[in-house]
Nanobody, 128 residues
Framework: QLQLVESGGGLVQPGGSLRLACAAS????????IGWFRQAPGEEREGVSC????????YYADSVKGRFTISRDNAKNTVYLQMNSLKPEDTAVYYC?????????????????????WGQGTQVTVSS
């Protein structure tokens, strides 16, 4: 099972950008699809984006399409989430998670029950 650590969160003004990183340790990173979820206070955890193990399929929630880009670097065992044009409603704790089920990227939403390994989260705050 993978161990995941997120980084890159912080405070940014509306319209700004952040790049989150999810660093994995443990065997078989290349066999896992990696997803990003977020949870705002008082809200349910929401699936934001996912990338397949083979790096040929991605998923984005409608709320982030055209603004967020997910990518992976298997040589570094890391998945990135580039977040542009950030809005106050993007404020949340962002978590990355791993699944061996590449069908997770199919959608129409990310099913958190498919993901077996989770990071501890990183706070993203979008505010002026």
């Amino acid at each position: 099972q993978l161990q995941l650590v997120e980084s890159g969160g912080g405070l940014v003004q509306p319209g700004g950008s952040l790049r989150l990183a999810c660093a994995a340790s443990g065997p078989g990173f290349v066999y896992y699809a990696i997803g990003w979820f977020r949870q705002a206070p008082g809200e349910e955890r929401e699936g934001v984006s996912c990338i397949s193990s083979s790096d040929d399929s991605t998923y984005y929630a409608d709320s982030v399409k055209g603004r967020f880009t997910i990518s992976r670097d298997n040589a570094k065992n890391t998945v990135y989430l580039q977040m542009n044009s950030l809005k106050p409603e993007d404020t949340a704790v962002y978590y990355c998670a791993a699944t061996v089920d590449d069908l997770a990227v199919v959608g129409p939403r990310l099913d958190r029950n498919l993901f077996s390994s989770w990071g501890q989260g990183t706070q993203v705050t979008v505010s002026s």
